[in-house]
């Protein structure tokens, strides 16, 4: 089967590349290094021509509220458009858990436009909608960072590794198309300020994380558990954080 993976050279969509392969697919990566480009359309009908699935892993470069917006209408309606023409029968995006509970966040607002047009195109489609991913730790962290200090809510936090994505992904795009929503988490639930608090210390950085329940996360103040999906409603991971960190050395 071919699949063409948007993003495909990216943190999960190379991960999901070689998941496919490893299962005999021909997964093509698709991204603007390759000369194909969603915002633009540059490149779309060469690369979907014969594809049985296309996924979408892609993210904007820019997580500015009219920006981020522009991007995933933009290259989703394009990317849409382009698969309806190449007779493409299943579209696969990932997006991030509780899209709908917080509009308000521009970034929330702009997935959830995304996950719209998905689901009033006329192309079979799955929604695979994902916690934090691990790897973005350091990231979050450090944006977050202010005065020596990181100040981080006491709302609850359920990160997942990249890996535990990347085959869901590619099980996902392999499979039947599910016209409907998969959530997926981590295994472990704790409080965001506490979860810094132990990775900082795991990394060896000396920064002390302060607990504010005040302090942004996407740009707005976070609820109880804007981060993580109801109970009960997700397929968990099974690697933790300590194992992740094991596995690929962080320090």
Known sequence: MKIVVIGGTGLIGSKTVQMLRQHGHE??????NTGVNALTGEG?????EGASAVVDVANSPSFEDAAVLDFFTTSTGNLLAAEKKAGVGHHVALTIVNTDRRPDIGYFRAKLAQEKLIEESPIPFSLIHATQFFEFG???????????????????????????????VARTAAGTPLNGRLRIAGPEVSRMDEFFRKALAAWGDPREVVTDSHAHYFGAEMHERDLVPDEGTATLGEITYAAWLAANDVK
């Open 44 to 48: 779309l009908a060469e690369v979907l």
């Open 138 to 168: 350091r990231r979050i962290a450090d944006e977050a960072a202010a005065g020596g200090k990181v100040p981080m809510p006491p709302v609850l936090f359920q990160p997942i590794a990249g890996e535990e994505v990347s085959r869901t």
């Open 27 to 32: 997964a093509v990566p698709a991204a603007p």
